[in-house]
């Protein structure tokens, strides 16, 4: 890469590192009062635990030397810190923020997961989760889509004429992390009162400010991996900014013929589906596609944040709502209106067949199974080793004292 496309890379990792401190502000406002230091913590404690792991051992699980196509090999590139050397003497400016960008991109995917469990999870569990996860979940599944694994054009089921597309982390980001959120919401159990009195956002302020952060940091999600300051970039940066345009307007027609009312609520979390679901699409589809997916992910998010309360889990803050659904619309997608403009095949409905769709499919009921197995495992070790929920008095008191010794606004004396 030249220096402008290092810069580039560069700019873009900041961008996404940027997203989980808006997500801690998005989550936080949606949470209440007494748990907003809490549910921001997660997102910083995310951020703390996973980019140790990373370091350590993540990115070679990653990207390193394929094994079987299951997983990179963890001592091909162990450590990364003791490489210095090795990218110095090579002048490998790119491979040195390429570990960076799939860093943070790692510690969002685990960040999006605290959502779904607000309010009733020890913080201690959350680090030590969040830290297997990253290493155990997310890095396998980013090499079997990213790292030339079984999801990918290298790997055993596809060829490579019809292989899933993701640029830039349907299956790996999004509909891993709805998938495990849902798992720990059932492994926790449901709050306190959940269903029976108002859980409402303490601060929707706080929610606007959050999505705008995610909003801004997301041209460095998407638009960054093209790893180059070209035409690619300039096309995820199109169609990311045109589907969630679109995304908000679904999400509030709906709102409004359901319940006569466009709320900031759902404006913000338009702003999220529609992120969500042109992220695997962001050159998959030409610019009619990208208002097309936005338009569905925010009627069909504003919908199935509901489901909820029909099926009795408690996911929180939507994780599953807003991350799993859109993800799964967002990929799928690609499989219907796909075009080889600047992506790899055409869909369904662009003159290509049933070869995208099926691959497209496929790769999401792989990531689905996998996720939710191995979250189920990981949650359940630490729920009957270390305790993942608090106490029923810390919930009804407040978490943010009983975690951390401190809490969000002094009260009224």
């Known amino acids: 890469m030249d220096s402008g496309n290092i810069a580039w890379l560069l700019t873009s990792a900041s961008l996404v590192l940027l997203m989980t401190p808006g997500l801690a502000f998005f989550y936080g406002g949606m949470s209440r009062g007494k748990s907003v230091l809490n549910m921001m913590m997660m997102s910083f404690g995310a951020l703390a635990v996973v980019t140790v792991g990373w370091v350590l051992v993540g990115n070679a699980i990653s990207v390193g030397e394929s094994v079987g196509g299951l997983f990179g090999n963890p001592s091909s590139d162990f450590l990364i810190a003791t490489s210095w050397a090795d990218y110095a003497s090579a ?51 980013s090499h079997w889509v990213w790292g030339g694994g079984i999801l990918s054009d290298a790997g055993p089921i596809f060829s490579e004429d019809w292989f899933p597309q993701d640029f830039a982390g349907g299956t790996v980001v999004h509909i891993n992390a709805g998938v495990a959120g849902l798992v720990l919401a059932l492994i926790l159990g449901v709050r306190k009162g959940f269903g029976k009195e108002p859980m409402r956002p303490h601060n929707l ?45 679904g999400w509030l027609v709906t709102e409004r013929i359901r319940d006569g009312k466009a709320t900031s609520l759902g404006a913000a979390s338009g702003v999220v589906a529609g992120l969500v679901a042109i992220t695997p699409a ?18 069909l998010s504003a919908l199935a944040v509901g489901l909820k309360y029909k099926l009795g889990y408690d996911d929180s803050l939507d994780v599953v709502g807003v991350h799993l659904v859109a993800g799964l619309w967002g990929t799928v997608a690609i499989g219907l209106f796909g075009t080889t403009t600047f992506g790899s095949w055409d869909g369904l409905f662009t003159g290509g067949g049933v070869g995208g769709l099926t691959a497209q499919v496929v790769a999401a009921l792989v990531t689905i199974v996998y996720s939710a197995v191995a979250t189920l495992i990981i949650g359940l070790a630490i729920k009957f080793t270390i305790g993942f929920r608090v106490s029923e008095e810390v919930e009804v008191a407040g978490i943010d004292l009983a975690e951390h010794g401190e809490t969000a606004y002094e009260e009224a004396k």
Do not use: Q
């Not at 400016?93 to 790692?106: H, K, P, R």
């Open 205 to 249: 302020p706080f929610v606007m400010l959050g999505a705008a952060l995610l909003w801004f940091g997301w041209f460095g999600f998407n638009a960054g991996s093209a790893f180059a300051a070209d035409v690619y970039a300039s096309a995820a940066w199109v169609n990311t900014t045109a589907a969630t345009a679109a995304a908000i307007l």
């Open 91 to 141: 002048g490998d400016g790119e491979g040195l923020i390429a570990v960076g960008f799939g860093a943070t991109f790692a510690i969002i995917t685990v960040a999006l997961i605290s959502g779904s469990i607000a309010d009733r999870a020890k913080f201690s569990a959350w680090l030590v989760f969040a830290f297997l996860w990253g290493i155990l979940v997310y890095a396998p599944v």
């Open 282 to 299: 962001a050159v998959a589809v030409d610019p009619w596609g990208a208002l097309l997916i936005g338009l569905i992910a925010g009627i």
